[in-house]
């Protein structure tokens, strides 16, 4: 039990455009979910927690018009690139937790490349 | 601020040595995780740690956790080559809801 999924596994796009990053939690019910990103050779960078029809509680520093998070149901949550760039270029993991202060499960995560 | 600090972030070993990695951090958690990463995957869980002087093992790694000095380590015992990757530390906070990673220590272990 406790897998997540994330939708797609890499993307490639062009600069200006937006992207959208699927997380589903496939077998329980996540009422928190959690947006890392991860540079190259460096550790993970909360970026937003979402709760269940609430709004995401962004982190210090991550602009939350450019990336936007829905968390809709249970058991799916989407982080949307608005205008990437290629500094948005990065490997970003979802999380899922079913109780707030829980074990979090990650997923595999997607990888974006801006170009 | 919770700061987390691993060391070392970079570690060359050959198989069937010993070594230890340390985790620190900066202000009272009692919840602290260790995670695997290989190149281009996500995290894979190794150990929840909850209380103070817990201790867990699995194979050739085992995990500690001393809450009142604020430090977690994990140990690998005769290392092997499947054990080459990154590892993290992660300490939770604000009622164990948030994650706040170390840098992560890049494990490379010779054959």
């Known amino acids: 039990g406790a897998v997540v999924s994330q939708h797609p596994s890499r993307v490639i796009c062009k600069s200006g455009t937006s992207v959208k990053i699927e997380c589903r939690s496939l077998d329980f019910q996540a009422t928190t979910m959690f947006w890392y990103r991860q540079f190259p050779k460096q550790s993970l960078m909360l970026m937003a927690t979402?709760?269940?029809?609430?709004?995401?509680?962004?982190e210090q520093g991550v602009e939350k018009d450019k990336f936007l998070i829905n968390h809709a149901s249970l058991t799916l949550s989407t982080l949307t690139v608005t205008s990437a760039h290629p500094e948005d270029s990065s490997f970003y993991i979802c999380?899922?937790?079913?109780?707030?202060?829980?074990?979090?499960?990650f997923g595999p995560g997607t990888r974006l490349t801006v170009l | 601020e919770l700061k987390v600090e691993q060391n070392p972030l970079f570690l060359s070993m050959q198989e069937g040595k010993n070594y230890t990695i340390y985790c620190n951090y900066s202000?009272?958690?009692?919840?602290l995780y260790w995670y695997r990463q290989d190149p281009g995957k996500s995290l894979e869980s190794l150990f929840v740690?909850?209380?103070?002087?817990a201790v867990k093992q699995e194979g050739r790694l085992m995990a500690s956790l001393d809450t009142k000095a604020r430090l977690s380590t994990l140990h690998i015992t005769a290392a092997v080559h499947d054990l080459s990757a990154t590892y993290f530390c992660a300490v939770a906070y604000q009622g164990a809801q948030k994650l706040v990673f170390g840098q992560g220590t890049r494990l490379t272990i010779n054959p």
């Open positions: 999380s899922a937790s079913r109780n707030l202060g829980n074990e979090q499960f």
């Open positions: 202000t009272t958690s009692d919840r």
């Open positions: 740690l909850l209380s103070n002087g």
């Open positions: 979402s709760n269940e029809g609430s709004k995401a509680t962004y």
